[in-house]
């Protein structure tokens, strides 16, 4: 009987105020979106710096480089890349 009038109870709640499950239900919907957005990518591409998963874990520490030298390697990179054709 207390379970029959704890439902009853919850039910006349949500009578009462219904934007409760309407915002649990978006929040529920907004999860479900991001769950299906992460099964359906595509993998990373394959890079020099990614390896098999695994337990194990490598770390490499190099001395501070200026952001302004990145920063040109990255503009010779995107200059070259636009006037070579690479075989591929």
Partial sequence: MKALRSGLDSAL?????????LDRAAVVLDGAGMLVGELLKKPDPRSPLKGEFGLRKR????????LQ???AIGARRRRRSTTCSWPG
Wanted: aromatic share 4%.
């Fill in 13 to 21: 709640a949500v009578a009462a105020h219904p934007e409760g499950v």
């Fill in 59 to 66: 770390v490499a520490w190099s001395a501070p480089v200026a």
């Fill in 69 to 71: 030298d990145i920063r």
